[in-house]
């Protein structure tokens, strides 16, 4: 159905039509010129050294662990409130994911003491994500990594220039990884880019994102390489220039949506503060965010009720969803056993709102006074 207030609007004009009819004319589409500018900007956005585009997040992920050497019979440490591409990586190199508890309804980032616990000798890596864009507790997780000589893996698909005491979310661990889906703060439909400090680790994952081969059809084409070899089992890991056109003109937008975007969460929290059932994570958080979702969760909900709050919304048009169904309750992971209070309370409990830059504030207002009729009929009766 359309609705009047869409949870996401894709923030594009002429500038992307006219990236990719310039792209279109170049006659060269696949990874080129234009994925490399893509590579420099972003790195340069994000004060990192290294950059390299992919085809989507997931598989920065699964480089990343190809990258750092996880492997059969080992353990990464990871939440359960997230996309199941953040675990599924792990799976993909053969090790175990073993899930994280979030800190709870205030803060729905994985917990640094649930992670202590969690160590074992298998245990090779922590992979984070920072959820909605919100800097998970990086100092307690850097260095209880340090401690038990781990690596640390940033999933920071939700926060691109989100910022953790000065520095970029994706900057702090080993590897970050960023998406650029359609519904992403960077919107290209598919694609990603991963970002490392390490040399050695940039230039493994140039060689895993394109086959293990040596050099590039670009350059070939160009004249600058006429023979490559194959040194690695790599992928086909690639952007093409197409995509990256959109992300350059998308990095252009970004930050201005940014802070548009946080102008209305600070509308949405102030209205929020009316309802008593209602909490708001992260509502103390003064950093920079990319705020790329509003979660809300409901006090003594249940999924049940949390889907009868959501079905008085859609039926005054205004679109919701949750973030995110717990991946260890999926049937792939369910055998692991886990105990995650903190996120199943969330996850049954939880509800996105509409967030984007270009939603009015007297929109904010009907979503909040609609969510307050909706929790009266639902909660309160």
């Keep these: 159905m359309d609705y009047d207030i869409p949870l996401f609007a894709l923030n594009y004009g002429p500038e992307e039509e006219e990236a990719v009819l310039a792209t279109l004319r170049s006659k060269w589409i696949s990874m080129g010129p ?12 994000t004060g990192s050294p290294h950059a390299v585009a992919v085809t989507n997040c997931t598989a920065a992920l699964h480089l990343a662990m190809e990258i750092l050497g996880i492997g059969s019979n080992d353990e990464v440490i990871v939440p359960s409130l997230t996309f199941v591409a953040t675990v599924n990586a792990i ?3 053969g090790a175990k994911p073993v ?23 298998r245990t090779r890596a922590i992979t984070v994500m920072h959820y909605g864009g919100f800097p998970c507790d990086m100092d307690a997780l850097l260095a209880i990594a340090k401690k038990h000589g781990l690596a640390l893996v940033e999933d920071a698909c939700h926060g691109p220039l989100s910022e953790f005491r000065g520095r970029k979310l994706g900057t702090l661990g080993d590897i970050g990884c ?6 992403k703060n960077i919107s290209t439909g598919e694609g990603g ?31 600058h390489a006429v023979a490559y070899d194959v040194v690695a089992l790599g992928y ?23 802070e548009k975007r946080a102008r209305i969460r600070n509308r949405y929290i102030e209205r929020l503060r009316e309802l008593e059932e209602v909490i708001v994570p992260f509502a103390a958080h ?10 809300i969760v409901l006090r003594k909900a249940n999924a049940a009720t949390r ?22 309750r999926f049937s792939i992971y369910r055998n692991n056993r886990d105990s995650l209070p903190q996120t199943e309370v969330v996850s049954d409990s939880e509800i996105s709102l509409p967030m984007h830059g270009s939603l009015k504030m007297e929109e904010v207002d009907r979503v909040v006074e609609t969510l307050k009729e909706g929790i009266w009929i639902i909660l309160k009766k």
């Design 34 to 45: 234009r994925t490399a500018q893509l590579e420099k900007t972003f790195a340069g956005m």
């Design 91 to 93: 799976r993909y190199v």
């Design 99 to 121: 899930f994280c508890d979030v800190v709870g309804p205030s803060n729905l980032n994985m917990d640094p003491r649930h992670v202590e616990q969690l160590i074992t000798p």
């Design 178 to 183: 960023f998406s650029f889906f359609s519904n």
């Design 193 to 223: 880019i991963m970002v490392m400090n390490n040399r050695e680790h940039f230039e493994k994952a140039k060689l895993m994102r394109s086959h293990g081969m040596t050099s590039l059809s670009y350059e070939r084409a160009k004249g």
């Design 236 to 258: 086909n890991y690639r952007i093409d220039d197409i995509r990256a056109s959109l992300a350059l003109v998308q990095l252009q937008r970004l930050r201005p949506d940014l």
């Design 286 to 295: 003064t950093g920079f965010v990319s705020n790329y979702i509003l979660p």
């Design 307 to 328: 889907e009868a709050v959501r079905e008085q919304l859609h039926g005054r048009g205004i679109q919701t969803s949750v973030h995110y169904p717990p991946v260890h």
